[in-house]
């Protein structure tokens, strides 16, 4: 018996203990903080088959073929699925969704359960900016979760490019700006450029970099790297731009898509990018 194995009985085994089964925890996919129902039920939200019986996991082999190619130190990573990683000061994190409808969620399956609703976010209201910072990181960290299950990736153990590098080939709208006026010049001067075109007084500190012409800086704060049982690779890094003299930043997860040109080609993914 596999220690994931192990893991999926000892999970079973504690949602019986507490009365539950994998389709009634709740309507809503909703659980108390720190429960395993919030666990239990995403893999039926997001594999949607039927793991368990009333007896045991008699569907294990099945289940183990679709999710051959997840690590279990995916279950338990930073966002842990079950955990109260969505609280904001011991409370629910409220989001606004594109339908103007309020939700409040505390855990990975009640935001999961939400975006394959098809629902989205837009506005997480009454945040400071540094609670705001970190409500974007565990949403995304949720959805990239739920995107690695639902398509069968397993984590691929790749050292991140180095910062030199990202601000060589990544475009120049992949710049961190502050204004709409900064925005329109790259979009009209800079469309053909890299982040290092438009700031070209770079000058590198350990792992960061900053201009003081634009009064920015620069660093790589994550790197993730997956890969899928056909090769299909998904490679996901955040970049991190700052204001030098202000308090303004902000961490952007872009999707390297293609690094055969000088520009490397990457898609801006968040909380509602596409399962």
Known sequence: MTKFTKELMAIHFRAKQEGLTPHTISP?????????????????????????DDIGIIFIGVF?????YI?????????SIAGGELMVNNSPLTLILNDGNQANVS??????????????????PGLSDPDFHDAKSALFGCWLS???IKHGMMTVNAAAPDLPTVLKHFPANAAFVVSDYEAKTIQRDFSNKTIQDFTPDLTYNDDQAVSTAQDTGYRVKDYYSYLDKNGNQLNVLA???????????????????????PIWKVTMLDENSPL
């Open 71 to 79: 690590i279990t130190g995916l279950l338990f990573s930073s966002y």
């Open 146 to 148: 739920a995107y690695v």
């Open 64 to 68: 183990m073929k679709r999710v051959t």
């Open 239 to 261: 970049l991190v731009g700052y204001s030098l003299s202000g308090t303004a930043g902000s961490k952007t997860f872009w999707r390297i898509d293609d690094t055969s040109q």
């Open 107 to 124: 855990t990975c399956t009640d935001f999961v359960a939400l975006r394959m609703a098809g629902e989205q976010v837009k506005e997480l």
């Open 28 to 52: 809503h996919f909703y659980s108390k903080p720190g429960s395993i129902a919030g666990l239990y039920c995403f893999y039926c939200l997001v594999i949607k088959s039927e793991i368990f």
